[in-house]
């Protein structure tokens, strides 16, 4: 009896174990088959629709792009025929109404052509009041044809509608001199009416224009793209790149229906099934097998006691099988302090990356102190300022932005050299963080700030530049939350850096044409009410992007003088602080019979104006002028200036009603002083001019320049006239005495300590400035070069050279080895 009852409950025991091995298996089964089903729907499914969208799109983007294609060959073929006419080059030749009755019959033989214009090389003038109109832009493609360089088709917007421009040397024969250029204008109909063709439903079609030196402009935008898949081609022959989008609809025509997964998956589960029973059956058969008592020879035939000893070892033996079989968990196990680190059991949260840094001995790259200045970070390319440290500043700058809870930030650059590889490495660092970056491409540092108050996504911004400096350096600008780093906030960049102390994400990328809203929005602010000629410098750097085109549109008569981008400064340094880069400008400014001229610096956020008499308006003269336009609409009005600028000036402001603020050099320095004094204007010596009245407050050559001609158009009085109004006692323009980048600063440190300036005033906010009764003096660390800086005023010449040899004196005692020319 008891024999059958250990025999059921060993039966018993087997079909329990079957059960959970058979649950296991099939449990193990779908897992493994949902892997497997996952894996073959990417494969199956998934990829073979991505191709087929792919493909489609592609189609569907050659589609639209062959037409225009064909449209820009054909309609060049047609004007260089007809620029190579006998006729044609006779008529150039003839006078200006045989020209304009040649143009006119040329113009009726294009399709959809505005006018037509015969041009003798070196003729072409602006032409504002033609319903075609030849503006910089349209002069710049002359040029650009006169020289048989790049003049392609190119689209350009007068009163919101789109103009193509076609233009062809004459003659077209590259091997004969160029006599003139037919340049051809055409309505917006025939390419339009080529993409209106399209269906709209499958996709967003896209059509972007992007001339050399200029950001991406969109000319054409139909349908909808929500499907994400996108692709572009660039068209031949023009300046133009076609993009186009797929729409849900499109997508929903390239999906792949599932049927083949799900025959191998149906097939791989019921296999799977199968085998899960049939292995569970042949283990329960072994456990029945390996169950049964131990025969001992003799045992079965004995009685009484070894029959009990024989049940009780049969007990044991099925004890220690099932043993084996029983499930256990390892996290019942008890697991020591030590064992959890390697098991991981005892996941911490996740670390930040300077505790990382930190616990792995980690530390940033190897970063010269010096380049990480008060207001900036600036240094020489490629040995301080490398793509390495753009791209951890990135991470730094990246990271700061989203302590500060912002989400993007800009990213801007200038036309030097080495600024595209800078940038891109700044992007990627930025990107790495999760901040989501918006690219203004080639832009003015002024754009970059406007960017950050004028995009709703964000506060911050950085700008690759060395502004001023020559093509060797570069640099970056930046602001965080809307606010200019400066002194310890530029410092804690390289210590966040040094530390590692970086978010980690995956940000996105996106461009944005800033130029146009930057435009549009100094075009509603800026009315000139006259007409005013220009010349302006942009000594090859990025502000000649913006410039002409900005003072175009506000109705100026534009000379440009260097204002193609080239990183390498051929004609002189992009720094108009100094007379020597001015001369130029002076000399084409008297050579057109211009109203004034306007020098704007590396980066665009420093001006320096020049009068036909050739007389330099330096900018602490310039801020007398807004000062007074300001306090007179603004009575008691805060007024900032720098310690370089004019004594005249104080006078000035308070004569006007107005309170005169005297503060540290440096942009950065200046933007914090305005925000916390609520200023309305203020400006530095060197160049920078600050406008809160009606704009922002930051500084903005560019704006600065549209302000000023605004002033003089209402005045209605040439601007030697304007200037001659305001006192001007002898100065000297900035000095500087070469120094030692690290010794600068003691040395100033020692001046102030130890020099004997008699009866001055010493005043310390930025450098040494000793004020006398006749004048005063001023000696500062460069904050941008290893100099010490100078400026000198005086009532008379005898006073100011006094005033100077006092410093000289004191300066030889601190350092005789100093070389001071004065």
């Known amino acids: 009896m008891a024999n059958r009852t250990s025999k059921e409950q060993r039966q018993k025991q087997a079909r329990l174990a079957r059960q959970k091995l058979i649950g296991a298996l099939v449990l193990g089964v779908l897992v493994l088959n949902g892997l497997l089903g996952y894996w073959l729907y990417g494969i199956l499914v998934t990829d073979v629709q991505d191709r087929r969208l792919e493909a489609a799109v592609q189609a569907q983007t050659e589609q639209r792009a062959q037409p225009l294609q064909d449209y820009i060959r054909e309609l060049r073929q047609r004007v260089a025929a007809l620029a190579a006419e006998p006729a044609t080059a006779a008529a150039l030749q003839g006078s200006t109404e045989v020209r304009q009755s040649a143009a006119e019959a040329i113009a009726a033989r294009i399709e959809h052509s505005m006018a037509a214009r015969l041009i003798p090389v070196g003729s072409a003038r602006v032409e504002r009041d033609h319903p075609a109109p030849i503006r910089f832009a349209e002069l710049d493609l002359i040029r650009r044809a006169e020289r048989r360089d790049n003049h392609l088709p190119e689209l350009a917007k007068v009163d919101q509608q789109w103009q193509l421009h076609v233009i062809e040397p004459i003659p077209p024969s590259a091997d004969e001199p160029v006599e003139g250029t037919l340049l051809v204008t055409l309505n917006d109909t025939g390419w339009r009416s080529l993409l209106d063709a399209a269906s709209k439903s499958l996709g967003r079609t896209e059509l972007h224009q992007q001339i ?243 995009l709703s996504e964000t506060s911050s911004g950085v700008m690759v530049t060395a502004s001023h400096n020559p093509g060797s350096y570069n640099g970056f600008k930046m602001i965080i939350n809307g606010v200019t780093l400066a002194d310890d906030a530029v410092l804690d960049v390289r210590s966040r850096i040094q530390r590692q102390h970086y978010h980690q994400g995956e940000g996105e990328t996106r461009s944005h044409d800033i130029i146009t809203d930057y435009i549009e929005r100094i075009f509603s602010d800026v009315a000139l009410v006259g007409a005013v000629s220009l010349v302006i410098d942009a000594g090859n750097a990025v502000p000649g992007v913006v410039a002409p085109r900005l003072f175009e549109e506000l109705g100026c008569d534009v000379t440009p003088l260097y204002c193609d981008l080239d990183g390498t400064f051929p004609n002189h340094d992009p720094d108009p602080t100094q007379e020597a880069n001015l001369q130029d400008l002076i000399a084409k400014v008297q050579e057109v019979g211009a109203d004034l001229g306007a020098a704007l610096d590396g980066d665009g956020d420093r001006l320096i104006v020049v009068t036909p008499q050739g ?188 005033i100077q040899q006092l410093f000289k004196r004191e300066l030889l005692k601190i350092d005789s080895q100093l070389q001071i020319d004065f």
């Open 212 to 454: 050399p030196g200029s950001n991406p402009l969109a000319v054409y935008l139909s349908g909808q793209g929500e499907g994400g898949a996108k692709h572009s081609v660039a068209i031949p022959n023009s300046h133009w790149r076609l993009s186009f989008t797929a729409s849900p609809e499109l997508v929903a025509q390239t999906r792949e229906l599932p049927t083949l997964w799900l025959l191998v998956l149906s097939t791989t589960t019921i296999g799977g099934l199968l085998l899960a029973w049939f292995s569970g059956h042949m283990i329960e058969r072994r456990q029945r097998q390996s169950a049964r008592p131990i025969q001992v020879p003799g045992a079965a035939r004995s009685g009484g006691k070894n029959a009990d000893a024989q049940d009780e070892h049969g007990e044991e033996e099925i004890g220690m099988i099932n043993t084996l079989y029983q499930n256990q968990d390892i996290l019942d196990l008890d697991v020591s302090d030590e064992d959890e680190d390697i098991l991981a059991l005892d996941q911490a949260p996740t670390k930040t990356a300077a505790a990382d840094a930190t616990q792995a001995g980690q530390s940033g790259p190897s970063i010269p102190e010096g380049i990480f200045r008060s207001y900036d970070i600036r240094g020489l390319a490629d040995t301080e300022i490398t793509p390495e440290l753009a791209e951890h500043i990135g991470r730094a700058l990246g990271s700061e932005a989203l302590d500060h809870g912002e989400t993007d930030m800009v990213l801007a650059r200038d036309g030097r050299t080495h600024s595209p590889v800078l940038a891109e490495a700044l992007r990627s660092g930025i990107a790495s963080t999760g901040c989501n970056v918006i690219d203004l491409g080639t832009v003015p540092t002024p754009l970059m700030y406007f960017a950050t108050h004028h």
């Open 615 to 802: 007389r330099i308006i330096w900018p602490d003269q310039l801020l007398m002028l807004f000062a007074r336009d300001v306090l007179g609409r603004n009575p008691g009005a805060d007024v900032l200036f720098d310690v370089k600028c004019s004594r005249q000036l104080n006078q000035l402001v308070t004569s006007y009603g107005g309170r005169p603020i005297m503060w540290k050099t440096g942009h950065s320095h200046m933007k914090s002083k305005m925000i916390e004094t609520g200023a309305l204007i203020g400006g530095e010596y060197s160049g920078h001019i600050f406008i809160k009245d009606r704009w922002y407050g930051f500084d903005d050559g560019l704006y600065t320049l549209a302000r000023l001609l605004e002033i003089i158009t209402l005045r209605d009085q040439p601007i030697d006239d304007i200037f001659a109004a305001f006192p001007i006692l002898p100065s000297t323009p900035e000095l500087k005495i070469p120094v030692q980048d690290d010794q600068k600063f003691a040395l100033v440190e020692r001046l102030i300590a130890e020099g004997d300036f008699q009866s001055g005033k010493p005043s310390t906010i930025d450098g040494l400035r000793v004020d006398f009764a006749k004048g005063w003096g001023l000696v500062r660390a460069s904050n941008t070069s290893a100099a010490l800086t100078l400026r000198f005023e005086g009532e008379t010449e005898e006073a100011l050279n006094k």
